[in-house]
């Protein structure tokens, strides 16, 4: 039997384990998905531990997902992120010396959301609010799929590390003229945009949007990263006014779908991960 899993603290609620193990159920193969929440300063020794046991791979979550980075051979996009989701030992079974390789499939799980709703970015003008863990990957899938990009974020420093990162040698989105605000200079920047990504957590315990209603418009695509609940009020707003909505859960469905088909090389059993996942939300 293969096994996968997650590591985070905590992981009580993840969605992955049922998402997971219906690719599992879908495709007939002999696997299980298991959390796992090593105290934080175990995470060296619980990604050593997981190798050592024949583990095929793991999702790594909050809190563990820029030090992840210290423990993989991160990919060139996982290192310009500086996060990890997603951790692969298959070349680094026989090696103990090998670091296992680490990558950031939160950036395709953006990608992929908007591709599954017909959204193309290229040459777009992209609003990301928020500059956390969902605001970097989905800066860095606007920017490398070739959209102008805006974040705004309520810390404005944060918003400004994130486009200094976005520019550096090797991205092109420097070219593009990435920038940094804060949240008072939004309406105005999505009233001119073609995409939008919420990727704070506001509307997840209130009903409150992060965007003024007044700057959403029917040419917009908008993603709301939040998936608890999975209708916001932004996409509430945002359907009302005619444009394409995105609820969060195609984001965690494709992140998932990315590591399922780098472990397995197989093509990931969409439609059975998102049933499953949409049962549960
Ligand atoms: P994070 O790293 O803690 O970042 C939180 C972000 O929200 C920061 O930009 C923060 O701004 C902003 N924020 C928090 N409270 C705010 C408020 N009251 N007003 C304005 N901005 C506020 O968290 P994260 O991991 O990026 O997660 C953010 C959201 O995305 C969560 O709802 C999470 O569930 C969701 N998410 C979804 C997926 C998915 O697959 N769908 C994946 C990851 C995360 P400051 O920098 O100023 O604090």
Redesign the pocket.
């Known amino acids: 039997m293969d096994v996968y899993g997650l590591l985070g603290n905590p992981v009580g609620h993840s969605l992955s384990p049922p998402m997971h193990e219906a690719a599992y159920d879908e495709l007939g193969m002999d696997a299980r998905y298991v959390t796992f929440e090593p105290e934080p300063d175990d995470l060296g020794a619980a990604v050593e531990g997981a190798r050592a046991l024949g583990i095929e791979g793991l999702n790594v979550t ?1 809190p563990f997902k820029r030090d992840a980075l210290d423990h993989v051979d991160p990919d060139d996009l996982a290192a310009r992120i500086g996060a990890v989701n997603t951790i692969d030992f298959s070349d680094a079974d026989d090696d103990p010396e090998t670091p296992p390789a680490g990558y950031n499939t ?1 950036v395709a ?1 953006v990608r992929r959301a908007f591709a599954h709703h017909d959204v193309t970015l290229a040459e777009k003008q992209a609003v990301v ?9 989905a800066a860095f899938a606007l920017a490398d799929a070739g959209a102008a990009v805006h974040v705004a ?3 404005v420093e ?2 400004e590390d994130l486009v200094t990162d976005l520019s550096i040698d090797g991205n092109s989105a420097g070219d593009r003229g990435a920038t940094a605000g804060g ?1 008072d200079a939004l309406d105005g920047k999505v009233r001119e945009a073609d995409v939008l990504v ?7 315990e209130e009903d409150r949007s ?1 965007v003024p209603a007044g700057a959403l418009h029917a040419d917009l695509a908008v993603l709301d ?4 609940p999975l209708d916001t009020r932004l996409l509430r707003e945002a359907r009302e006014c005619g444009a394409i909505t995105v609820d ?5 469905l494709y ?1 998932g779908v990315e590591a399922f088909e780098r472990w397995t090389g197989r093509d990931a059993p969409v439609a059975a991960m998102n049933a499953a996942l949409r049962k549960r939300l």
């Open positions: 909050i939160d799980g609010v928020g500059a956390g863990g969902a605001g970097r990957a974020n309520r810390t944060r918003a949240l919420n990727a704070t957590s506001v509307g997840m992060p990263a939040v998936y608890s969060g859960a195609w984001m965690l992140q």
